[in-house]
């Protein structure tokens, strides 16, 4: 079993910054990968970014290329979503997942096994 514990959403201007956390606990050793999913209402979940444990290799939706980094602390257990020049379209619940299994798919929602129970991104314009 893993669980996740999200913090750091909240309401921001248009232009401005927010850092996700993610709080890992459990079998934290066989994580393949984690990542960062958002999704609004009425339509699907979406990858945003995500970071292979093993590796550090990270990867990113085109929308938040440039704009978004997704980093981890190993000492804590918790991965990051460093969201800067926030726009309107960025408002979204916000979900970190985690992926036990060897996967070429890590934008596919289906990829994670574990989630955490999401955190509300509002910019405002």
Do not use: H
């Not at 085109?62 to 926030?86: C, E, P």
């Not at 574990?114 to 991104?121: I, K, L, M, P, S």
Request: aromatic share 12%; hydrophobic share 35%; glycine share 8%.
């Amino acid at each position: 079993q893993v669980q996740l514990e999200e913090s750091g959403g909240g309401l921001v201007q248009a232009g401005g910054s927010l850092r996700l956390s993610c709080a890992v606990s459990g079998r934290t050793f066989s994580i393949y990968a984690m990542a960062w999913l958002r999704q609004v209402p009425g339509k699907e979940r979406e990858f945003v970014a995500g970071i292979i444990w093993s590796r550090a290799s990270t990867y990113y939706a085109d929308s938040v290329k440039g704009r978004f980094t997704i980093s981890r602390d190993d000492a804590k257990n918790t991965v990051y979503l460093q969201m800067n020049s926030l726009k309107p379209e960025d408002t979204a619940v916000y979900y970190c997942a985690v992926a036990l299994r060897y996967s070429t798919y890590l934008s596919s929602p289906s990829t994670y096994d574990y989630w955490g129970q999401g955190t509300q991104v509002t910019v405002s314009s």
